[in-house]
């Protein structure tokens, strides 16, 4: 599964060339954790765990919080409103009062899980005459009936009559592109100790994963639920990232899974950029998808937060990632070969048979989920270059793209087109693709036909489709490409664009050097001061 996502440092990260420049050589090394497509309790957060990144939130910055903060954030003492007022307070996030709702709703949520789930109590060392003596006492025996009826009835997370855990109502959180959802996700799986049971995954992974454990149980009289009762065993407080329907096969069974999972007390967090009732609009047989949105509501609170801010569109753009130029094939094979040469140089684990052992590109096989495997024409090391058409013109889905993601941390991709309704299909495997290497912080080369808002100029939704001027209608259809008119389509692009936009920064660089390179995190820390004091 995916890991907690790092702290977001570098938005205060001045100039482009200096920072791009180790930037350059920090995305050639290695990836030192894989990631896998699987449901497992390894990644539990616990409120230790972010005591580093409270210290370096600490370390610049001011140290007072600005004017009209939350009095109720600022009082926290723990969860992620303790986070967030710390981060704010150094000047690492910028205030923003829709985000404040959403801490806030975070906040209510953790605490009700806090009630839910207390710290195990710590024996007290006392001796038996001690601890007769205690019992005798008035105030003591009401405590401990209230201790056993509190027990009973499950609000500390114990078992039901049964076998049900206490339900905490989770929260749904949507809206538009770069608005801070998954950041404000993460902090609250950042914050959350061990005894929540917290697992932070994609909905891509999360899907996956459920459908491979289901051929695998097929001998079951309820294959689903017994697949359900399995993930409810190890989980308690499920943080799903980037919940967006769009497989029928998924639609089909996510009423009765969430369902069980919910029966069994798992609490959702669930971050989307669709309202619950948009979910899945227009996709095959909705109707019996709409009871899975009816009860969506009621197990979670749901908060909207589409703001007038987009943050990625507020990193700094860095040179090297992103090639328009008519020389730009030759300019990504020469960044393509400059990465993969740095990884073989710096990590001998990779030499060998495979991958370019004598620091020239080859061809290499890789294992997919379920057995397939994905042919890579040109490997070098840790960094693998293709043509758009091997990754988005092939039936390739998103289990192949994991794979991609879990072997490789730097992936070029060469003459992405732009779109429109001659390759709707292959669209939606890029979107699909830039997903997945985001979420897996990969650093990602593109050589294209345009920017990544030219690319999907031709993509357009219904409404934006009919309320198109006819001479503006007549002008773009005379001589041009076709737009595809596709409201999923249309939707996912602001996204798209979004996160390409973003992983062309040197926020995006710094964040995938944590990720995958964290030896050299301090170094790139102090590079960022440096440039901070320079401004």
């Known amino acids: 599964m995916h890991s907690q996502k790092a702290v977001l440092l570098a938005r205060q990260a001045g100039s482009p060339q200096a920072v791009f420049g180790l930037a350059r050589f920090l995305a050639a090394v290695p990836t030192g954790s894989q990631q896998t497509a699987g449901i497992s309790t390894s990644s539990t957060a616990h409120a230790a765990e972010a005591a580093p990144a409270a210290a370096a939130a600490a370390a610049v910055g001011p140290a007072e919080l600005p004017a009209g903060f939350p009095a109720d954030l600022a009082a926290a003492t723990e969860g992620p409103a303790a986070l967030y007022t710390e981060r704010v307070r150094s000047g690492l996030y910028r205030p923003d009062a829709l985000q404040q709702v959403t801490v806030s709703r975070l906040q209510t949520v953790y605490q009700d899980l806090r009630e839910a789930y207390p710290p195990p109590q710590r024996r007290s060392g006392l001796t038996l005459v001690d601890h007769v003596e205690t019992k005798q006492t008035r105030s003591s025996w009401f405590d401990g009936i209230s201790m056993l009826l509190r027990s009973q009835s499950g609000l500390q997370g114990s078992a039901g009559p049964h076998g049900q855990r206490f339900h905490v109502r989770g929260l ?137 801010v987009d943050y990625r569109r507020l990193a700094h753009h860095a040179r090297g990632t992103y090639f328009l130029t008519p020389d730009r094939t030759a300019l990504l094979h020469e960044a393509f070969l400059q990465a993969g040469q740095a990884s073989l140089k710096h990590n001998s684990s990779i030499q060998g048979a495979s991958a370019g052992a004598v620091g020239h590109p080859s061809p290499v096989t890789i294992e997919v989920a379920m057995g397939r495997l994905l042919h890579v024409s040109q490997a070098l090391g840790s960094a693998a270059m293709f043509s758009f058409a091997e990754l988005c013109d092939r039936p390739l889905a998103a289990a192949d793209y994991i794979a991609l993601a879990e072997r490789f941390h730097t992936v070029a991709v060469a003459d992405v087109p732009r779109f429109d309704a001659a390759n709707r299909v292959t669209a939606y495997r890029f979107i699909t693709l830039v997903d997945i290497l985001y979420e897996a912080r990969v650093r990602l080369l593109i050589s294209g036909d345009g920017t990544p808002f030219e690319l999907f100029n031709k993509v357009l939704s219904q409404q934006e489709a009919r309320s198109l001027d006819s001479r503006a209608h007549e002008s773009s259809s005379g001589s041009g490409p076709e737009p595809v008119v596709d409201d999923h389509l249309a939707f996912t692009k602001d996204r798209t664009i979004s996160r390409l936009t973003e992983m062309q920064s040197i926020e995006y660089q710094i964040q995938h050097a944590k990720q995958h390179v964290p030896q050299l995190v301090l170094a790139l820390k102090d590079m960022q001061l440096q440039q901070q004091q320079q401004r």
């Not at 994963?209 to 359900?228: C, F, G, Q, T």
């Open 172 to 308: 749904y959180m949507y809206g538009g592109v770069g608005c801070g959802k998954t950041m404000l996700m993460d902090m609250l799986v950042e914050a959350a100790p061990r005894e929540f049971q917290v697992e932070r995954v994609h909905f891509h992974d999360f899907m996956l994963d459920i459908h491979s454990r289901l051929r695998h149980v097929k001998e079951e009289a309820d294959p689903l639920k017994h697949v359900a009762d399995s993930v409810a065993e190890t989980i308690k407080v499920l943080a799903l990232d980037e919940l967006f329907v769009t497989d029928v096969a998924d639609a089909m069974i996510l009423h009765r899974l969430f369902g069980r999972l919910w029966d069994k007390g798992l609490t959702l967090v669930g971050t989307s950029n669709r309202a619950p009732d948009a979910l899945y609009e227009g996709g095959l047989q909705r109707q019996l998808f709409l009871p899975f949105i009816h009860r969506l509501k009621e197990s979670c609170y749901i908060h909207n937060m589409q703001s007038p």
